[in-house]
């Protein structure tokens, strides 16, 4: 996934309802209809956040009958996760700089 599938990823996740999809999905596939059974909006609103989801590349779907079941993308979680991974890489490097200068100063 490139630096932009990334960052629509984010901003796919911005929203509460689509965070709160993203969870229903990390338990199993599920078809809009299940989904909006466990959610506070409607079906055309769980189908409309899906939809940014697919476009986001975070979700995909396959027809079963008549239905069409959602599932997560691992290839594009774990883009987010290797994002994530390296923000706390350098968040721990640069505390373990401040600690080094703080030691400095205080010898």
Do not use: F
Request: include cysteine.
């Amino acid at each position: 996934m490139d630096a932009d599938g990334v960052r629509d990823s984010w901003d796919a996740l911005a929203d509460g309802t689509r965070r709160a999809i993203v969870a229903c999905l990390a338990e199993r596939p599920q078809a809009v209809g299940e989904l909006a059974a466990g959610l506070p909006v409607s079906r055309s609103a769980v189908s409309q956040h899906l939809k940014v989801l697919k476009d986001a590349g975070l979700v995909s779907e396959r027809a079963a009958g008549t239905r069409r079941i959602y599932r997560l993308n691992p290839v594009a979680l774990a883009a987010l996760r290797d994002q994530l991974d390296t923000y706390w890489q350098r968040v721990l490097s640069g505390y373990a700089d401040a600690v080094a200068d703080e030691s400095i100063e205080e010898s």
